[in-house]
């Protein structure tokens, strides 16, 4: 049975403000259009935060040039940041992307690697950051490693984690930033936590936002998928007013997005998850990684308290099934004509499929509104504020609630609908005791209660209050700010395991009957054990800064050289609340045998409530200027500019560290610069490793042990060939005494402009990073191998609990040679400061701009990265692994491996002419290797494809002397040649966090300004 649902979200309070806004405004003739945008790229010719009306006019007085600080250095006005690999994203290629959320944004950029927590994850239970988020990720070491500004100063954290190489991992939720507000994004490629402090491991994403506008600003943007049902409605508002004989500037801009749900089902890569059928004719054809259906079904697994000939295995296991005449096994002896059989569910003829009920992409409705003030006193300083506010819904389904191993549900013997007990529907005609037996809920599915239903509320605040100005040559700026952010996770139609026993084990028809496939029983039966389970995460932040800088403290025979100096403190703070059927407040206790678990919510282990906070004081120094300057006249040096800086960090919880940074630029002549850095850096503990005392989910590792026996009595050829997994869980333990992790960060580089063409400028950039003590925990994976060697070798790891030793695999390992054991039910590990790794690559640049052409003005900008090397050390416990062939999951060479593509480039070529402008953009993503899915034959990963997309808009602006002058309309495609992305073994038979499912899409664009 194929499940969709639509919705409609009744519009947020504020959603319905920013609409009334939008609609109840007039829209007379435009004066004057908003200003230039800034250059894309730093280089020798053109300064990256100077205005390109400025660069483009030849004016070398760079005192006449407004002091402006550009994300790398803390000195403002001084001119380093050509000596730095720093790129922006400005509103032209904005546009040719057609981004209308952060993850559009942030995706576009080659160096970033996978984005995990993507908005799109409908599969991961209410323990996972799921709804209206996105994270970036660049040089692909790991989400949490990129430190995220805006207008120069922090974000606070996303409320909830994601696991990455099995560690909770946080981030600065993207999405929250509104796109349509933008000036610029600055990306500094460079490890900066000698400037910034700690998590600017891989680089700075400083997000700058509009403000000291004056006018209004109206756009809506309206678009459709050709091959689904996705829509999606956008609608943006700027607006600015001088006050005060303009001393004073307030500017707002206000944002709407709603996109609507896609379910699995509407695309046929994804509706199945069984994907055998799209390996025909390759030398996977028939693997069975591919085939994803799920062994937990509405037939159920049952374990009777014994066995009874004919009916069960010799351990008392048994399934139900349909009548299939072709089955000497089954006996077909229940009283709604139903057939039991002995043993487990085969996964070809009984698998289900789980994507069947699934969405695909959530419905996501998202609101921001942003307010700048800013006010010149008479002595020269400025008064500055931000406030900001976020909220966003989002709304998906996932497949129906099953049961847990390690949480079974026993239904007594006299239970109204257990076979084997004593009530009316016990069978007849078999050595059943006249007492009858306890029937246990191995592995079912709740077809009936249909699927589970998933809301979720992001919302955040954002409050800065600031003062900055000159005393003598000295520049200062202080601010105190304050942001907090919430996410209220709700799952709908869960069920209770102790109402859900309350049910089954009612003695007469109002009792909940599982032995019919799930499709026999009453709303009102199903009703009596439904609940909604509930996350709340706060996450908060606090700020105050206060800094200093001279960009011309004294000069050297190459010139000035300037200086900064600042102090911070800051305040974080976590807490998540769980459910009181998670937390251990409501617990479950099987009313039969006496166990009690610590979770009542079925599907779901338990998880205790969490919080913790920490402060933090830092100062920091920096000098940057030069050394030689062309009126030296040194041959092989026209400009050598270096910067030095150093910060000190100390934390209540986990020390204090400093680390140091040192640059240098060289120009042999005026159009080539060679540039060159040194930084070491680190990242302390995120809260939730060193305060979770213990996060548990559920996972499916495979039984090596399990298929070793098979191999041994020549079933299968090779472990390869095994898929022996059932649920277990994988219980991580948090740890106070963590210690930051280290890294090293090496650069080197050349922008070469040369003279013979006009506008170009090629860029090349090398950067190492190597981390030390990096925070790890064992994959559940590679945990359950390490107890298949040490049992090989006679002994078993500790941390590998097992369920007690059935007769069912006495008779499995029969013939094996190998000692019996019990299914894995738990796999526990402890966050460490574990493993080295050592990261490298290739930053490539390309920009040019063709100007006042006949044919127009043009602007081409191409990026590409490369990653040259991926290693996390391999210790002696992998090594044992690696010497049986096994998986080693996230160590070893990680190049090409799950998500880290060795190639990825994007590109933007933009058209003016006239009244007519055009872009065009494309993203290209290299192949990578998916290592869940391993040939049964040969052992190799599965390779998926590389992946090219194809972005495409035109516009016309009006000039027709009416009063929509000004006015511009757009039409747009995405996704212009209709790629789908990739076979990969996932969810959705792709790789949501490196690809795409929306398909082609057209989009419509209006836009209008008015005076203000």
Not at 328 to 352: E, P, R
């Amino acid at each position: 049975m194929t499940i969709t649902h639509k919705r409609t979200m009744r519009p947020h309070r504020i959603s319905l403000c920013i609409m009334a806004a939008l609609a109840g405004s007039s829209l007379p003739s435009l004066a004057q259009s908003v200003d230039e945008t800034l250059i894309a790229q730093a280089t020798p010719s053109s300064n990256a935060n100077t205005p390109l009306s400025n660069a483009d006019s030849g004016n070398e007085n760079d005192e006449a040039l407004e002091k402006i600080l550009v994300v790398g250095s803390s000195i403002k006005g001084a001119k380093v940041t050509g000596s730095l690999p720093v790129t922006l994203i400005d509103q032209s290629d904005i546009d040719a992307i057609g981004a209308t959320s952060g993850m559009e944004l942030v995706s576009s950029i080659p160096s970033n690697g996978t984005v995990s927590f993507n908005g799109n994850d409908v599969v991961s239970g209410v323990y996972a950051s799921r709804g209206d988020v996105a994270s970036i990720n660049l040089r692909s070491i790991g989400t949490g490693n990129t430190l995220v500004l805006l207008n120069g100063r922090r974000l606070v954290q996303h409320p909830g984690s994601q696991t990455e190489n099995s560690v909770p991992v946080t981030t600065v939720n993207m999405n929250s930033i509104p796109v349509a507000g933008i000036s610029q994004v600055e990306i500094l490629h460079d490890g900066a936590a000698a400037i910034y402090g700690s998590d600017a491991v891989a680089g700075v994403v400083n997000t700058q936002l509009r403000k000291d506008f004056a006018g209004y600003q109206f756009d809506v943007q309206y678009g459709e998928a050709e091959n689904t049902s996705r829509d999606k409605i956008t609608m943006n508002m700027l607006s600015g007013w001088d006050l005060n004989n303009s001393s004073t500037n307030i500017t707002l801009s206000a944002n709407y997005y709603h996109s609507s749900e896609v379910m699995a089902s509407e695309l046929p890569y994804a509706a199945n998850a069984d994907r055998r059928a799209y390996l025909e004719g390759t030398s996977w054809q028939g693997d069975t990684n591919f085939r994803n259906t799920s062994t937990t079904t509405g037939w159920g697994r049952f374990d009777a308290s014994s066995s009874v000939d004919g009916l069960t295995s010799s351990a008392g296991r048994f399934h139900i099934e349909d009548v299939d005449a072709g089955d000497a096994d089954q006996q077909c002896v229940l009283s709604n004509g139903l057939c039991i059989d002995s043993g487990s569910i085969t996964t070809d003829t009984q698998g289900y499929n789980t994507n069947q009920s699934r969405t695909l992409l959530p419905e996501t409705e998202r609101a921001n509104a942003f307010l700048f003030l800013n006010h010149a006193l008479d002595n020269g300083a400025e008064l500055y504020g931000e406030l900001s506010y976020y909220w966003a819904e989002s709304n998906s389904q996932r497949a129906e609630t099953a049961t847990l191993t390690s949480a079974p549900v026993t239904i007594s013997s006299d239970a109204y609908w257990n076979p084997l007990g004593t009530s009316v529907n016990r069978v007849e005609g078999y050595d059943i005791p006249a007492s009858g037996l306890d029937v246990t809920v191995s592995a079912y599915r709740i077809l009936d209660a249909g699927p589970r239903k998933i809301n979720v509320e992001n919302t955040s605040y954002r409050m800065l209050g600031g003062a900055r100005g000159a005393i003598g040559e000295w520049d200062w700026d202080t601010a105190a700010l304050y942001s907090e952010a919430q996410t209220d996770d709700i799952t709908h139609n869960r069920t209770s395991l102790s109402l859900f026993q309350d049910a089954v084990n009612r003695t007469d028809e109002s009792a909940y009957n599982p032995f019919c496939g799930g499709t026999c029983n009453s709303q009102a039966v199903i009703d009596d054990f439904l609940i909604d389970v509930k996350r709340t995460g706060k996450t908060a932040l606090g700020l105050m800064d206060y800094k200093m800088s001279n960009a011309s403290l004294f000069t050297l025979p190459g010139g000035d050289v300037g200086a900064a100096i600042g102090v911070e403190w800051r305040y974080e703070s976590f807490e998540n609340d769980y459910d009181d059927r998670l937390d251990g407040t409501v617990t479950y206790q099987d009313d039969v045998t006496g166990i009690a678990y610590a979770s009542d919510v079925m599907g779901s282990s338990g998880q205790p409530d969490a919080d913790g906070s920490r402060n933090v004081f830092s100062a920091f120094v920096e000098l940057a200027g030069a050394l030689v300057s062309p009126e030296m006249d040194i041959p092989l040096v026209e400009k050598l500019d270096f910067q030095l800086a150093g910060r000190y960090e100390r934390y209540n919880d986990v020390g204090d560290v400093f680390k140091p940074k040192a640059v240098l630029s060289w120009y042999p002549t005026h159009s080539l610069q060679i540039r060159g850095s040194y930084a070491e850096g680190f990242r302390a503990p995120n809260l939730e490793q060193l305060h979770t005392a213990s996060t548990t989910r559920v996972n499916y590792p495979t039984d090596y042990y399990r298929c070793q026996a098979s191999v041994n009595k020549g079933e299968i050829a090779n472990l390869g060939a095994c898929n022996i997994s059932d649920s277990a869980e994988n219980i991580r333990l948090g740890n106070t005494e963590l210690a930051p992790e280290k890294d090293f960060n090496y650069g080197l580089g050349l922008t070469y402009s040369p003279d013979w063409i006009a506008n170009l400028t090629l860029t090349a950039d090398y950067w190492k990073i190597k981390q030390e003590d990096l925070i790890g925990i064992r994959s559940y994976q590679n945990v359950a191998d390490l107890d298949y060697y040490a049992r090989l070798n006679g002994s078993s790891n500790a941390n590998v609990i097992r369920s007690d030793v059935t007769e069912d695999d006495i008779a499995f390992f029969d013939g094996s040679g190998l000692t019996a054991v019990g299914d894995i039910i738990e796999i526990i590990g402890e966050f460490e400061n574990l493993d080295s790794r050592t990261t490298e690559g290739l930053d490539l640049g390309m920009y040019y701009q063709l100007r006042d052409t006949k044919f127009g003005s043009f602007k081409f900008k191409l990026n590409a990265a490369k990653l040259i090397e991926a290693y996390q050390s391999v210790d002696e416990q992998s090594a044992q692994l690696e010497s049986l062939g096994l998986v080693l999951d996230d160590v070893g060479d990680l190049i090409g491996m799950d998500g880290r593509p060795e190639w990825q480039a994007s590109g933007t070529l933009t058209w003016t002419y006239d009244n007519w402008s055009a872009g065009l953009y494309g993203k290209y993503v290299g192949e990578f290797y998916d290592t869940s899915a391993v040939n049964d034959e040969t052992g190799e990963f599965w390779r998926v494809s590389s992946w090219t997309s194809v972005n495409t808009y035109g516009q016309y602006t009006i000039d027709n002397g009416s009063n929509w002058d000004g006015s511009t309309i757009r039409l747009g495609i995405k996704n212009l040649f209709d790629r789908q992305p990739p076979l990969a073994d996932e969810t959705y038979g792709y790789e949501a966090s490196l690809h795409s499912a929306e398909g082609r899409f057209f989009y419509v664009r209006f836009k209008t300004f008015i005076d203000g």
